[in-house]
């Protein structure tokens, strides 16, 4: 089982900008983010594969995210700028064995425990 942590959560006002970070305790391994508000199901939001070359963004984030890793660190993280309310919620980070598949709806073993995102107007 992957240990994933994430951080970076916060409070931040509409038309503003955040970085979540996920650390995994392996390498080589398919990550993503997913996200879930209350009263609603949880979403896929992006997905990078171990070398970078396959990613994976719901069009809700399209133009607004940038999902990058770093390898040697063992790091994932999602930066998202020109928040909306609608992207607040809990953001999870997930991991999934590769094998050559590593999108939103490649199916995820691993979770972290998420962090809290709030988007005030």
């Known amino acids: 089982q992957v240990q994933?942590?994430?951080?970076?959560?916060?409070s931040v006002q509409s038309g503003g900008s955040l970085r979540l970070s996920c650390a995994a305790s392996v390498a080589g391994i398919c990550m993503g983010w997913f996200r879930q508000s209350p009263g609603k199901e949880r979403e896929g939001v992006a997905t990078l594969s171990p070398g970078?070359?396959?990613?994976?963004?719901?069009d809700s984030v399209k133009?607004?995210?940038?999902?990058?890793?770093?390898?040697?660190?063992?790091?994932?993280?999602?930066k998202i700028s020109s928040l909306k309310s609608e992207d607040s919620g809990t953001?999870?980070?997930?991991?999934?064995?590769?094998?050559g598949r590593c999108t939103l709806d490649s199916?995820?073993?691993?979770?972290?425990?998420?962090?809290?995102v709030t988007v005030s107007s």
């Open 91 to 99: 953001y999870y980070c997930a991991a999934r064995r590769w094998d």
């Open 107 to 116: 199916g995820y073993s691993s979770w972290g425990q998420g962090t809290q």
């Open 4 to 10: 994933l942590v994430e951080s970076g959560g916060g």
């Open 63 to 78: 133009g607004r995210i940038s999902i990058s890793r770093d390898l040697g660190k063992q790091m994932l993280y999602l």
């Open 52 to 58: 970078s070359s396959t990613r994976d963004i719901a």
